[in-house]
Structure formats: C-alpha cells, structure tokens
C-alpha cells in the first residue's frame, strides 16, 4: 500500500451550538466552543492505492481542485449549523427596509448551502449592493451545513466529498485530518466500513 498526502491552508469561523463539558474531566464549564470564533486550519488529504501508475499513486496535482474550492467556499468564512437557532437571530426578518427572505435564499450544492443574493426580488446583486453594500459581504461570509460544525464532522464532511470526487481515478481516500490550530485535529478515516 501506497500512501500519499497534500496540505489545504486557510482560516474559517465557527461555533458548536452543541457542545456540552463533563465536570469530571473539564477544568471549567466554560463552553468557550459555543462562543463565535474561528481558527487557522489544516486538512490534511491522505490517498492510497494498492498499486502505481506511472509510478503514482495519483499526481498531487489531482488535489488543485480541492485548493480550488476550499478558497471559494469556506476560507475566511463562518460555516454554521443551518440548524442552529443563533440562524435566526443573525438574520433578522428585514434590515434597512428590505425583507431578509426576499435577500437570502437559501441555495444548496452538494456540499452545503449559501446565500443567493444574485436572483432576488429587489433586483440581484447588483441592487443589493447599491442600496447596502456591506450587507453583500456579510450575506456571503456564511457557509451553510446540516451538522453541527465540529472538527470530527468537518472531517468527514471532506472525507465523503474528495472520496466521491476521486472515484473516477480510481484513488482511494484514507484518511482526513482536519486540523483546527497545530495541537487540535481530528482523523476521520472511512478503513471500518470495509469488509
């Protein structure tokens, strides 16, 4: 078995609506996770392959997609829990007279959701930015998940993703470390659903 792996740098924020300390093990019961924040990160792509081709497991090139997408979606964003009640009150119902449902809908690839302020009933973008220009900013700092955003998920979330896009090169994915800062990671390895 051969293993090889490439590096994605970025900064992104979070917070875990979820998180809960036992009292037993905490030093506190400060639940700072809960709190808006966010992190320089790491993932760490690890492909393997029973064999070479062309003295390969696969071109670390194959991987500049992921870069690609990385800086489009999540870099310098907030990913959130679609699900968390703070959605709510980060969006209030209108601002500046306009109606937020008309500004934000919610649009949905197959990695998460965003907001689509380019089709919208007061004119797309282009009037959003003319009437409120810092709102179109702030709308498109979010990344919408369907999971609560820790480094365990946010891990498998990249796993499921790269081994899905990989496929038709015939790499398999072994592993994603998802690294929140340089002490802090989480492995989430797919090797158990094996037979």
Known sequence: MWKISKSFEFNY??????????????????CKCKHLHGHTASIE??????????????????????????????????????NDLLVGMLFKDDYMGMKMDKLMVLKD??????FDVGDNSIGGRGALEKSVPHMCDYIE?????????????????????VAEKMKPLGVEVGSVTWYESPKSKSVYSGDYHKE
């Open 13 to 30: 924020g979070h917070r875990i609506a979820t998180q809960e300390l036992n009292k037993e093990f905490a030093l506190d019961q400060q």
């Open 45 to 82: 792509v690890c492909l393997q392959s029973n064999e070479l081709k062309d003295g390969f497991v696969t071109d670390f090139y194959h991987l500049n997609w992921l870069k690609e997408w990385i800086n489009k979606n999540i870099d310098h964003k907030f990913i959130l829990d679609k």
């Open 109 to 114: 690839d197959k990695m998460g959701s965003v």
């Open 141 to 161: 700092s979010f990344y919408f998940v369907d999971f609560p955003p820790t480094s365990e998920c946010l891990s498998k979330w990249i796993y499921d993703f």
